[in-house]
């Protein structure tokens, strides 16, 4: 039973436009949501995370929204480029040690 | 520098024949995580350590058994491998989460491709 769910397993964006990649879940519980960012023959890397209690956490680029009445969050990329091109992975923590992740979303950024 | 090492990358075994995964770590991190992602499919926990203690999710297959000797090296052994395992199998750490670390940081090895003919 997928807690975390990625519904866009695609997305293509011109270069300088705002990327927009979405997450639901379904479990009220988890307390801390995380986006990673995965290149071919490599492991996913950490990009940026939210807890459950705000509601905006930027970094540069990228920003992450959560709504919790809907149980979404998606990630924002603004201005696109081509080195964003990967896949993402939104993840979702109970308290304690357990992950949940999505199936991803491939972001191409067009040049 | 390579933080979370995973040997080996790529790995074919037979049906039904062990087979035992590596991660090693730098990083000094308490907790290591074992998990398998399917093609198309979001990476799945199996189990985590937490220091010395292991913690296996409920829906992991008894197939599947873990070892932590050290702080730095943890094993995932596969006992009578079947086709449905063939996946990619990933090895992550973190601080642990409980005590006040930052927690939004797990890092991930490559991974290991395992195949069963």
């Known amino acids: 039973d997928q807690q975390v769910k990625q519904n866009s397993p695609s997305l293509s964006v011109q270069e300088g436009r705002i990327s927009i990649l979405n997450c639901d879940y379904t479990n009220s519980m988890f307390d801390y949501f995380l986006w990673y960012k995965k290149y071919p023959a490599e492991g996913p890397t950490f990009l940026i995370s939210?807890?459950?209690?705000?509601d905006k956490n930027e970094d540069g680029r990228f920003t992450v929204f959560l709504n919790k009445s809907a149980k979404h969050l998606s990630l924002h990329i603004v201005p696109s480029q081509p080195g964003d091109s990967a896949v993402y992975f939104c993840a979702a923590r109970l308290t304690g040690n357990q992950f949940y992740f999505g199936t991803g979303t491939s972001l191409t950024v067009i040049p | 520098d390579a933080m979370v090492i995973q040997n080996p990358r790529y790995q074919v075994t037979q049906f039904g024949k062990p087979v035992t995964l590596s991660c090693s770590q730098t990083?000094?991190?308490?907790?290591m995580y074992w998990y398998q992602q399917k093609s198309s499919q979001a990476p799945k926990l199996l189990f985590h350590?937490?220091?010395?203690?292991?913690?296996n999710e409920a829906d992991t297959p008894d197939n599947f058994q873990s070892r932590r000797p050290n702080t730095s090296f943890c094993f995932l052994d596969i006992r009578s491998p079947g086709l449905g395992d063939a996946a990619m199998y990933l090895c992550?750490?973190?601080?642990?989460?409980?005590?006040?670390?930052?927690?939004?940081?797990?890092?991930f090895g490559p991974g290991t491709r395992l195949t069963v003919l």
């Open positions: 939210i807890s459950s209690i705000k």
């Open positions: 992550a750490t973190s601080r642990d989460t409980l005590a006040g670390y930052r927690t939004d940081t797990q890092y």
């Open positions: 990083l000094n991190h308490n907790v």
């Open positions: 350590y937490y220091d010395k203690d292991f913690n």
